[in-house]
């Protein structure tokens, strides 16, 4: 059975710093798209930041560029989210979300495996 568990959400206050964790389990993910989403509370579920399966490429939402960055280790099967300059807007719940592709897609519908998630909470 696959497993993606998310780790490393709290409170932080703007301008901080907190690192997400993504392990599989179940199957390797090291030749697939593993990728972040958010939700914040009333609104759709919206895609952060993505990375090839070789770590080469990264893609990221306009609106996190320059302060996140996505990374791997595939011996781990873990993908990460280094998240700094955390501001309030940067509130929800953070997922984790692989493919069968290696490709990411960049829409959550597109996925076929999530995590449980895990809260971040920016305060002013």
């Known amino acids: 059975q696959v497993q993606l568990v998310e780790s490393g959400g709290g409170l932080v206050q703007a301008g901080g710093s907190l690192r997400l964790s993504c392990a599989a389990s179940?199957?390797?993910?090291?030749?697939?798209?593993m990728d972040w989403f958010r939700q914040a509370p009333g609104k759709e579920r919206e895609f952060v930041a993505a990375?090839?399966?070789?770590?080469?490429?990264?893609y990221y939402a306009d609106s996190v560029k320059g302060r996140f960055t996505i990374s791997r280790d595939n011996a781990k099967n873990t993908v990460y989210l280094q998240m700094n300059s955390l501001k309030p807007e940067d509130t929800a719940v953070y997922y984790c979300?692989?493919?069968?592709?290696?490709?990411?897609?960049?829409?959550?519908?597109?996925?076929?495996?999530w995590g449980q998630g895990t809260q971040v909470t920016v305060s002013s």
């Open positions: 179940g199957r390797s993910f090291s030749g697939n798209a």
């Open positions: 990375l090839n399966w070789s770590g080469s490429s990264t």
């Open positions: 979300a692989a493919r069968r592709s290696s490709s990411s897609a960049y829409e959550a519908r597109k996925y076929d495996y």
